[in-house]
């Protein structure tokens, strides 16, 4: 199967685990830590994602949020069931399917899905990035104050928390505004479709952007660490931006 074909096929998990999702009934609700849930239909959505991709593929491996799995692999999925548990559990409507596929390391497609507002997130290495079939690219805004970035504040990790809220009043007097989702696969598609021009987070797991990763790469935006010369997909701190601004929003989270 070739990479536009596992592409192709994670769309194919993702709209049914949507169809799934937004008809669900009652479910079940456990505290996965401090500020942190999870759903039954966080485990339902990735049963039938792995299901779906492995009778496609068996010879791939997976690795899913809630249920892990194969560390490395010649061929693997990443999975995030619902990103924004929060959201999806409140009824509120931006939450996303996100499915990457890697292999020999390196990440080849990303899928992104938002249920709520029909949005398709679609990114093949090397072939460029898709909005339900309509090729995107990251904006061109090159002057940080008329930048409108998204954030996510790593709440669930005091010292985390402390160097994110030490930092927001340089961003916030430096840029157009600033918004949070609560979905960080969102928030990089948003920027790979030019609607926002950066995006910052910290200690993120790989599988709530690897997806996302491919999307806004293969759309000409820019993904790294928050310091110079850290790796972002290896350590979680993300900076996203349009490319333009990256450096400029970098001296910022100093």
């Given amino acids: 199967m070739t990479i536009v074909e596992k592409a192709a096929l994670a769309e194919r998990a993702a709209r049914a685990s949507g169809e799934m999702l937004e008809h669900h009934g009652a479910f079940k609700v456990r505290r996965k830590s401090e500020n942190d849930f999870v759903t039954e239909m966080d485990y339902a959505?990735?049963?039938?994602?792995?299901?779906?991709?492995?009778?496609?593929?068996?010879?791939?491996?997976?690795?899913?949020?809630e249920t892990g799995g194969?560390?490395?692999?010649?061929?693997?999925?990443?999975?995030?069931p619902i990103d924004g548990t929060a959201n999806f559990m409140r009824g509120y409507r931006l939450y996303t399917i996100s499915i990457a596929y890697e292999q020999e390391g390196q990440l080849m497609a990303g899928c992104v899905y938002c249920p709520g507002t029909g949005e398709l997130f679609l990114g093949v290495r090397g072939q460029g990035a898709t909005l339900n079939g309509r090729p995107i690219h990251a904006s061109a805004t090159s002057?940080?104050?008329?930048?409108?970035?998204?954030a996510g504040f790593g709440h669930r990790d005091p010292a985390v928390m402390r160097r994110t809220l030490s930092i927001l009043p340089g961003v916030l007097t430096s840029v157009s505004d600033l918004r949070r989702s609560g979905t960080c696969a969102y928030d990089l598609c948003c920027v790979a479709d030019g609607r926002c021009d950066g995006y910052f987070e910290r200690a993120l797991s790989y599988y709530d952007y690897a997806a996302g990763y491919v999307i806004l790469t293969e759309a000409g935006g820019r993904f790294s660490g928050w310091d110079a010369g850290e790796d972002g997909l290896a350590t979680g701190n993300l900076l996203a931006t349009n490319g333009v601004l990256h450096e400029a929003l970098r001296e910022k989270l100093i």
């Fill in 143 to 150: 002057v940080l104050s008329d930048a409108l970035v998204c």
């Fill in 70 to 80: 194969a560390q490395r692999a010649h061929g693997r999925w990443i999975v995030d």
């Fill in 45 to 65: 959505s990735e049963r039938l994602i792995r299901e779906t991709l492995l009778s496609a593929c068996p010879e791939d491996a997976f690795f899913g949020e």
